[in-house]
């Protein structure tokens, strides 16, 4: 959590659950019994929020155990839903209820699926309508995931279809399609965290981030918002300095000598460089006008 805190992060996620309240111990045994070994107390829950938000941090957490709620909703700044429970109802219509911001993850799911659990989440809480209040991840629910299953043109999809904010929660190893997301226009990036990868098998460590990673991720999101740049066109200041907005557009001129009288024709004028005298786009508004005195090939008009 100390490394975490010191990645320069915005938001740290953790999971709260006990083994029972999220899998069936008749159904599925085994993966009860991996759950509760990885159980936290709350009183550990509760230090390591205080860790997080006494360092200026948000806390979020994916709350799977909706009775945590009323011990936990006062350090609590972002609400997770993760895939797996984007169709659990019941922890959703609980989650919504406390009426703080909320991100869903759309792994496993139909895009009907997602249109319904979002449409399920305003209607218990209308405040959910306001995109600062909800979130939609795209996701894809296996680690690690190869390049060509993050689907990152969900992205797109996802703009159109919600007035919301949208972002991105990799299974991808290494940081190449968090910065590609991003520079596709996600405004909220997931991921996991470890201390290291070295001589550890568990999967989860293979789709993680180190201390270094969220750095270089973090100076390549600098960098594509330097790229970005400004949404209106008009020429730049570089631009004009260096006198390019004259020097590589085009004027009108003779392409052979003419004497006063002619007529201008597709036959005596070209277009050049610079942009002296007649602007390229007066080109076919002068022809047919007689010109008034002489001109030189090539000389401005």
Not at 22 to 39: C, G
Not at 147 to 155: H, I
Not at 252 to 275: A, D, F, Q
Request: with cysteine; hydrophobic share 35%.
């Amino acid at each position: 959590t100390r490394l975490a805190i010191d990645s320069d992060v915005d938001v740290i996620k953790f999971q709260i659950y006990s083994g029972d309240t999220l899998v069936s111990k008749l159904e599925s045994p085994l993966r009860n019994k991996h759950f509760k070994k990885f159980e936290l107390s709350k009183s550990q829950h509760i230090y390591l929020a205080e860790m997080v938000k006494e360092s200026g941090i948000k806390y979020s957490s994916s709350v799977w155990n909706p009775q945590a709620l009323k011990w936990l909703d006062k350090y609590i700044d972002i609400y997770k839903i993760g895939s797996g429970d984007l169709t659990a109802y019941p922890v959703l219509k609980e989650t919504a209820k406390t009426g703080k911001p909320l991100i869903i993850s759309s792994g496993l799911s139909f895009e009907s699926e997602v249109v319904d659990t979002v449409k399920f989440i305003q209607d218990c809480n209308s405040i959910y309508f306001d995109k600062d209040y909800l979130g939609v991840l795209q996701c894809t629910s296996m680690y690690p995931i190869p390049s060509d299953d993050a689907n990152l043109v969900v992205l797109n999809r996802f703009s159109e279809i919600f007035d919301l904010t949208i972002g991105y929660s990799d299974h991808t190893e290494g940081i190449k399609a968090l910065q590609y997301a991003y520079a596709m226009g996600a405004k909220i990036l997931e991921f996991h965290f470890t201390d290291s990868r070295i001589n550890k098998d568990f999967r989860d460590h293979r789709v993680s981030l180190t201390k270094s990673e969220i750095y270089e991720l973090i100076d390549e999101i600098k960098l594509i918002n330097s790229l970005k740049g400004n949404y209106k066109k008009k020429p730049l200041k570089i631009e004009k300095d260096n006198g390019h907005h004259l020097s590589f557009r085009r004027a009108v001129y003779p392409s052979r000598n003419i004497k006063k009288g002619e007529i201008l024709t597709h036959e005596n004028l070209t277009v050049l460089r610079p942009l002296s005298g007649i602007d390229a786009r007066s080109y076919f508004d002068i022809l047919g006008k007689k010109v008034l005195r002489d001109f030189k090939t090539h000389e401005k008009m």
